[in-house]
Structure formats: structure tokens, C-alpha cells
């Protein structure tokens, strides 16, 4: 199987030794040992990076498990609309106001033909869908998912199969998807039942293409001619598209960082924006299954877009381009309980429970820290999208009668409701505490790295005149004093203020006890002479929403 095959590859590549990392640069914070134990975060809104593009908090939808059957289309069910969407569903992700939603795949998508999923849903062929060996109906295609995105308000970032597919082909689905009428594919959608064009902006050409695991799999000046030729001829149906290459699948890659330079050096004229993947895992080739060096992971990500950026810029150099290339980290999540065996192998079955991931505590402070990692990228990280969103490594779980929100929910829930405005460049003194780097491999892999108890982010909307800060304790035993030192102007009044603490790392939620870990109010904290200060609880992450 391609997924088995691509266990064993990660976990090979895992343990060979890769290129030595650079030293740990942190773009857009500051971070110092500080002398006393408490922790400062510098604020100025003078220090606004770009305009926060809101699709850094976009999800993941994939033909894969229980995500699109029974998780957002389950026709039949006394919970959905005529058109088989659940409205449960639906709802929470409206209100929970994702932006953008990738679709189909993931592996899925490099053996995808999407003229199998549109048309009458009698006329549309069963399939043996090989990346998840499941039975795929194509009862759920473009159009039902461009008609889901319109009931609950996202943006479509479609896929593409650069795998058993062709240019060709991905040039007929932008006509089929953007063109008004009066050609072979616009006409067929309208024949289809959709007279006007559905104008997608953002489309990903193909899906980590550098994975032995992958349909299509090719090298890298291969697949970067590919993608070239796509993006022209798409180019040529509708010139506003925003075309995204894929970079490397993981960090672990043996060909990382060469495998973008490559592909770039071939495809740099064609595409806006670099893919980049990455799970992560408490495990014991990860962290030694150490939550200390868990919580410290959202670093390494931080490393990769610094390093893929590198690689972009380099490529922009080498040109003597004036287009400057965005990433878009296109998965990223928690993944490690899931991914053997039956949880990644369907059985021939129609919607088998494939990757259900139960997420904890843990899990849910490192997603804050990887949120703030974004948050804090955001000047060159255009859109980035959690992995995925339903039933499938996902925030939302559903069963015949209703839903849960796992752990990981909240913090994703609180990036899309208080993150606004631009990010603030801002400085932090943390203590620190030694870890085991995930990344460096110098002194055959024993190099310790200092890492900031707290990890901060920020946000600052001036039409609002509101400010959130984001708040990541890692310190996994002891409270932490926190100052937010305010260089021009202190807010006056605190809006909103949440944390997500718990004395059990590994406790999780679950249909039977929905609220196990959920937020709790956070005592707003008061501000006097210009600084704002607070005790962040042991183990938490949490969120202030402040007031001009
Ligand atoms: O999100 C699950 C899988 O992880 C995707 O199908 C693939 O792109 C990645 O390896």
C-alpha cells in the first residue's frame, strides 16, 4: 500500500541523518534568557508586520475516512438539508468562520479524475480509490463541494492531480470551475446545473510530489516541468489564478530544501507561493516521548518556513526576479496515533474510520504554539491549513447524532475569532529550559537547544483598536509571571480572556464527555503604567483580548 510504503519511508528517513539545521533564527520575535524568572513581552503597534491574510487559519478536506462521508455530506440522516449537507456541521463551521477549505486531497487527489464526481450522482462511477484503499462513490464532487463552501461562507482551494492526470486536464477543471459560458467545460458545468462561474483564486498543483508514497511520484525537475506546463496552461484559461507548487512533504525529506530549489528553478515564473507540510508527534523518535521537547516542536516549524523561505529567496535571487514567492503550509496538525495498519488502509469499504485521531491536552497547547508560529510568519505565510477538519486528524468529531470538539479545536476557534488586523512584531524575554533539539544533528543528534518557557504571539487590529495576545506556558510544572511591557499606547479595558489548562496532559474529550478539556475563563488582568501583568497557569495556552 502507498501509505504503508510511506510509514516506513518517513521512519527510515527519520532516523538517517540529514543536512546539519542552521542555527535557531526566529524571524519576527525576540527571544532573550532574561535575568528574573518573570517573562516580558514588548508591544508596540508602530510594529505591524503585513496585513494578517485570514487563510493562515484555513482547514483541510480530503476524500478520505468519515471527512466528506458522514463528517460534512450524509444524505438521509435526519440531521442534513435536502442537498445532503449536515447542518450540524455546517453551522459550527460557519460560526466558526473557517476562510478557505482545501479539497480533495491530500494522496487522494494524485488519482483523482474530477470528472468522475460531477454530473448526475446515478451516472458517476464507484472507484477503487487506491491512496486509502477505499471505495470512493463520487456521490460528493466539485460542484457539491463549491456548493458546501457557499453554504457555510469558505473559499475553495482546489487540488489538482499532477499525478495520474494532465496539465491538460487541470486546465479543464479551471475552465469548467471559472469560465462563464461558451465552451466544452464551462457548458458542462452549466448542463450540470451551475450557470454561473464559480471564480476559485487558489489552486494547488498536485500534492507532495517528492513522497516515494505518492501517486505520480516523480523527481523534482520532472514534477517542477509539470507543474510549469500546468500552471501555463491554466494561466492561459484565467490569468488571476494563484498557483502554489509543492515544496517538500516533511523536514525529514532526504531531498528537503533540494527538492524545492529544483522544482522552483523549474516552475519559479508560473506560481505565487511554496507548499510545505509537517505533522507532529509525541513519540519516541520525536521527543523520546518527553512532553518537554513536545511542547518545543512549534520551533522546528518555525525553522522550516525559515528554511523553505531561504530557498524561495534564493531561487528569486538567482533570477534577479522582483517576485517574491508566500508559503502556504498546507497541512499541519498533530499526527502520530493514527497512521498504521487499519487507521490508513480502508479495506475496500465506503467511508471506513480512517486516521481518527483522539487528541489531549498536550496536543492542543502544541497546536497554540504552532498557531502562534503562523501568526508570527505571517508576513510571508499567505495561507496555511490545519489538517483536517472533520473526523479525519480533526477539530470537529461527528457520529449519526451530533458532534464533539476535540482539544485541538479551541485553540484553531480562538486564532479565527480574536487574531485580526496585522501580526505585531514584538519582542519576548523568556527563561528558558534546555530540550533536546528536534532538529540539529550535530553531536550525533545530542544538541540541546534553549527554549522560552513562553511563547507569545500578537495581533493588532487599529480599525478596532483592539489587541490579542496569544500565551503559550510550557513550562509543564510551574506557573509563569507574565509583563506585557505596552511601548506607545496601553489599552484601556480587556475584552475577552480564556485559557486552556488542565492538571491531566493526556486527558481528551470524547461523545461521552464533550467538555473534559475545554476553555475556562482566564481573570482579566489589570494594566497600570503602561504594562499589563498576569500568571499564566502551568500547561496552558491562552488568550487576552485587549480594548483601546
Ligand atoms: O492529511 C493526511 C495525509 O497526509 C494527506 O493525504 C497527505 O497529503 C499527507 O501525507
Not at 64 to 69: E, N, Q, S, T
Not at 406 to 433: C, D, F, M, N
Not at 453 to 475: H, I, K, M, Q
Request: with cysteine.
Amino acid at each position: 500500500m502507498a501509505h504503508i510504503a510511506r510509514r516506513s519511508f518517513l521512519k527510515n528517513s527519520l532516523t538517517a541523518a540529514a543536512a546539519a539545521s542552521a542555527p535557531l533564527v526566529f524571524r519576527n520575535s525576540l527571544f532573550a534568557q532574561a535575568s528574573s524568572s518573570s517573562t516580558r513581552v514588548y508591544l508596540d503597534t508602530r510594529r505591524a508586520l503585513a496585513p494578517l491574510d485570514r487563510n493562515i487559519f484555513g482547514s483541510f478536506l480530503e476524500h478520505l475516512g468519515r471527512a466528506i462521508y458522514e463528517g460534512i455530506y450524509e444524505p438521509g440522516s435526519s440531521l442534513s438539508d435536502a442537498a445532503g449537507f449536515r447542518k450540524d456541521v455546517a453551522a459550527e463551521i460557519k460560526q466558526l468562520g473557517v476562510p478557505i477549505v482545501r479539497y480533495p486531497g491530500g494522496n487522494f487527489v494524485s488519482g483523482y479524475h474530477w470528472l468522475d464526481g460531477v454530473g448526475p450522482r446515478k451516472d458517476r462511477p464507484r472507484i477503487l480509490e487506491k491512496a486509502w484503499n477505499s471505495i470512493e462513490t463520487n456521490q460528493f464532487g466539485t460542484d457539491d463541494f463549491m456548493a458546501w463552501c457557499q453554504l457555510v461562507g469558505s473559499k475553495p482551494l482546489m487540488g489538482l492531480n499532477l499525478g495520474t492526470s494532465t496539465p491538460e486536464m487541470a486546465a479543464a477543471l479551471v475552465e469548467y470551475c471559472n469560465v462563464e459560458k461558451g465552451t466544452k467545460w464551462s457548458d458542462l458545468r452549466r448542463a450540470n446545473g451551475t450557470a454561473n462561474p464559480y471564480k476559485v483564486e487558489h489552486w494547488c498543483l498536485g500534492n507532495e510530489m517528492d513522497g516515494p508514497w505518492q501517486i505520480g511520484h516523480m523527481t523534482a525537475v520532472e514534477y517542477g516541468m509539470k507543474a510549469a506546463d500546468a500552471g501555463r496552461q491554466m494561466r492561459y484559461v484565467d490569468g488571476s489564478l494563484k498557483l502554489i507548487a509543492c515544496g517538500s512533504s516533511n523536514n525529514s525529506m532526504p531531498t528537503y530544501l533540494e527538492w524545492d530549489r529544483e522544482v522552483l528553478e523549474q516552475c519559479f515564473d508560473y506560481v505565487d507561493g511554496l507548499s510545505l507540510h509537517r505533522y507532529f508527534g509525541n513519540t519516541p523518535e520525536e521527543t523520546g516521548d518527553d512532553s518537554t521537547r513536545y511542547m518545543a516542536l512549534n520551533l522546528s516549524m518555525e525553522r522550516q518556513i525559515a528554511e523553505s523561505l531561504a530557498v524561495c529567496d534564493y531561487v528569486r535571487g538567482r533570477r534577479h526576479s522582483s517576485k517574491r514567492l508566500w508559503l502556504s503550509f498546507d497541512e499541519w496538525n498533530v499526527w502520530y496515533r493514527k497512521r498504521s495498519g487499519s487507521d490508513v488502509d480502508g479495506h475496500g469499504q465506503v467511508a471506513p474510520h480512517l486516521l481518527e485521531e483522539v487528541y489531549n491536552l498536550e496536543d492542543a497547547l502544541l497546536v497554540g504554539g504552532l498557531v502562534n508560529t503562523l501568526i508570527r510568519n505571517s508576513d510571508r505565510v499567505k495561507i496555511a491549513c490545519l489538517a483536517q477538519l472533520i473526523n479525519v486528524i480533526a477539530p470537529i468529531m461527528t457520529n449519526a447524532s451530533g458532534f464533539y470538539r476535540q482539544t485541538i479545536y479551541y485553540p484553531y476557534a480562538w486564532a479565527l475569532k480574536y487574531a485580526s488586523g496585522s501580526a505585531l512584531k514584538i519582542a519576548v524575554e523568556s527563561p528558558t529550559y534546555e530540550s533536546l533539539s528536534a532538529d540539529y544533528r550535530e553531536r550525533g543528534g545530542k544538541f540541546n537547544e534553549a527554549v522560552p518557557y513562553v511563547d507569545v504571539s500578537a495581533t493588532f487590529d487599529r480599525a478596532a483598536g483592539e489587541t490579542a495576545v496569544f500565551l503559550f506556558n510550557r513550562d509543564l510544572a510551574s506557573a509563569r509571571d507574565v509583563e506585557l511591557v505596552w511601548e506607545d499606547t496601553a489599552p484601556t479595558r480587556v475584552l475577552d480572556s480564556l485559557v486552556l489548562t488542565g492538571n491531566d496532559l493526556k486527558a481528551f474529550n470524547g461523545f461521552d464527555k464533550p467538555q473534559n478539556v475545554a476553555p475556562k475563563g482566564f481573570d482579566k488582568p489589570s494594566t497600570a503604567n503602561g504594562r499589563t501583568k498576569m500568571q499564566l497557569p502551568p500547561r496552558s495556552y491562552t488568550v487576552v483580548r485587549f480594548g483601546a
